[in-house]
């Protein structure tokens, strides 16, 4: 939508880094989301009001609850989750905007400021609070900040001449008295939908303000080169936008001034470049823990609000030891780990094999800390697999007797971290399937971290089962065998949307994956490491992750066109 509606701030926003894209695209959909309901042209006054109230008031709700059953809500919530973005100002400046249902009349410009300030400023200043977070600061002078308002004011003035048609459709000026009355008839041409010497005389006054108002070179200065950028390319989007404001001349008043591709091309070009550089000169990072996100600005001294889940933090590492900081362009979406060698751990002790089991445990849960620490996304474990059925039955039932445990007992109770569980539910204990069913749908709304859990996993058994589905599809004609695309696969796994392996590791000694995920690990970067499972800590996760920021990642590609 925003690519028909809206293009120059459809290029922006893909000018930044892909990191930072999904938040951006969050923000800009609930503000135009908003603006929509506002707008409806088919409904009432009080019905756009009624409608634009509850999308606010359920946000606050989804905030607390830290999901969404709407999506433009729910990638929100998602964004301010992981920046630790604080929507309080963005929430004010919605509320702000709902006086919007009813006609805006605005004596003077300190009037039509104060509006412009007060629900235009919140949005650029949560993009501002974005960049902060991700190490790419906007400082902003404090001989600047009268600067940097007046740009705003001057977008927004910007954007009022190119709705003009649209906001006269609706019988509305959004203009001050002031300036209407400087240009004496104007205003009743506009009603009248007449270009008149006094209209063309006034748009011609509002651009020229606006022009100045978004020319404010010193505003970048001290700034990062990322959003320097950003600020220079809207600035020639909206001057390149008040060119064809000036050039539409009478067509103004009835439908929206554009500029064409070529001008817009004109300063998109240079900026690609300009900005693929800057962006180039400082990783962009995420915060290493995503945070539950407020609307209600810093928590009083009375704890977290009624009905609000607040996340335990992992325990330190006994060492004290914090994890590193990974470049997001260094970071594996997606760690898999083969957690061997707790027999072998266990016979070295002269204990039983179970021992080592259980020491593993432990082991697993020390991964799950460092990967919450260190703001992985997914990990996969491989608890226990198809073939090791071929063990004692001893220990197998030792097996899934600690898996059992480890369920009841919930080491991971009230952390960020949604477990779900891969495998076949055939020869398991009913209790144990029902139970890793349970935990997955208690934690689903856990944005925080994925861990799956493998346990009588097999990756052929996944193959084959994924397989006779695409065949049963075929068989019933939802599916031309002749079509079959990898995606088609993909859909068709036990977990239709784990993503990639980035990093397979696995401990132990062995070079082998064991029949563990053909499908996800065909590019993933192995790592072989030969301590026991026992015997590793976060650590190890940490210097895996770090070590794998140092691969090269092709992908088949010759190495000039390499891309991590
Ligand atoms: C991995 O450790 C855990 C499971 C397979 C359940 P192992 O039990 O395979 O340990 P080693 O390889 O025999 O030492
Ligand atoms: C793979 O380890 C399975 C798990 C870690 C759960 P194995 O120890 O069973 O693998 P092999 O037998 O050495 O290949
Ligand atoms: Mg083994």
Redesign the pocket.
């Known amino acids: 939508m925003t690519r028909g509606e809206d293009p120059g701030a459809y290029a922006l926003i893909r000018l930044l880094p892909r990191v930072l894209r999904p938040a951006c695209w969050a923000v800009w959909a609930a503000v135009s989301n908003l603006d929509d309901l506002i707008d409806d042209r088919d409904a009432t006054d009080a019905e756009r009001a009624a409608r634009a109230e509850s999308w606010i008031t359920a946000l606050e709700a989804d905030l607390v609850s830290g999901t969404s059953t709407d999506p433009v809500r729910l990638a929100l919530v998602d964004a301010a989750t992981r920046w630790h973005l604080d929507l309080s100002g963005l929430r004010d400046g919605m509320v702000v905007s709902l006086g919007d249902v009813h006609r805006r009349h605005f004596d003077d410009w300190a009037q039509w400021r104060a509006w412009s300030r007060g629900h235009v400023a919140p949005v650029y200043d949560l993009f501002r609070d974005l960049f902060d977070r991700a190490g790419a600061p906007v400082l902003l002078r404090l001989d600047r900040q009268a600067g940097y308002e007046q740009f705003i004011h001057g977008a927004r003035l910007t954007d009022t001449l190119t709705d003009l048609a649209a906001d006269l459709a609706e019988n509305r000026v959004l203009l001050p008295r002031e300036i209407l009355e400087q240009f004496p008839g104007a205003e009743d041409d506009l009603g009248h939908g007449r270009w008149s010497t006094a209209t063309a005389a006034l748009v011609a006054e509002l651009t020229g303000l606006a022009r100045r108002w978004v020319t404010q070179p010193g505003l970048t200065h001290g700034m990062h080169p990322g959003p320097a950028v950003t600020v220079t390319t809207l600035t020639g989007l909206l001057l390149a936008q008040l060119d064809a404001v000036e050039a539409a001349g009478p067509a103004l008043l009835r439908s929206q001034a554009r500029p064409s591709p070529v001008a817009r091309a004109r300063v998109l070009v240079p900026a690609r470049i300009r900005s693929s550089l800057a962006w180039s000169l400082t990783p962009v990072t995420m915060p290493a823990t995503p945070r539950r996100p407020t609307a209600t600005g810093p928590r009083t001294a009375g704890g977290p609000p009624p009905g609000a889940t607040e996340f335990r933090q992992p325990p330190r590492h006994p060492s004290g030891c914090r994890p590193p900081r990974i470049g997001v362009e260094a970071m594996p979406a997606h760690v898999a780990i083969v957690?061997?060698?707790?027999?072998?751990?266990a016979e070295h002790r002269g204990l039983p094999?179970s021992e080592?089991?259980r020491a593993?445990a432990d082991a697993l849960h020390e991964m799950v800390y460092g990967a919450l620490e260190i703001g992985l996304s997914h990990l996969t474990v491989y608890?226990?697999?198809t073939e090791?059925w071929r063990r004692d039955t001893e220990e197998v039932e030792g097996?899934m007797g600690l898996l059992r445990h480890e369920l009841d007992d919930d080491p991971f109770r009230s952390l960020d971290v949604h477990l779900r569980w891969s495998g076949r539910s055939e020869k398991l204990p009913a209790d144990l399937v029902e139970s890793l069913r349970r935990k997955e749908t208690t934690t689903r709304t856990r944005t925080g971290l994925t861990c799956t859990l493998c346990f009588n996993y097999g990756g052929r058994d996944e193959i084959t089962r994924a397989a006779a589905a695409l065949a049963r599809a075929a068989q019933a004609g939802d599916l031309d065998p002749g079509a079959i695309g990898e995606e088609d696969f993909a859909r068709h796994l036990t977990l239709t949307d784990l993503p990639d392996v980035d990093l397979l590791w696995r401990t132990?000694g062995e070079q082998r994956t064991s029949n563990f995920l053909p499908w996800h690990a065909t590019y993933a970067e192995l790592h072989f490491t030969p301590d026991?499972?026992p015997d590793v800590d976060r650590r190890d996760l940490w210097k895996a992750i770090t070590e794998y920021g140092h691969r090269q990642r092709r992908h088949g590609a010759a190495r000039t066109a390499q891309r991590r």
């Open positions: 957690m061997d060698g707790n027999g072998r751990w094999r080592g089991h593993g608890g226990f697999s090791n097996i132990g026991y499972w």
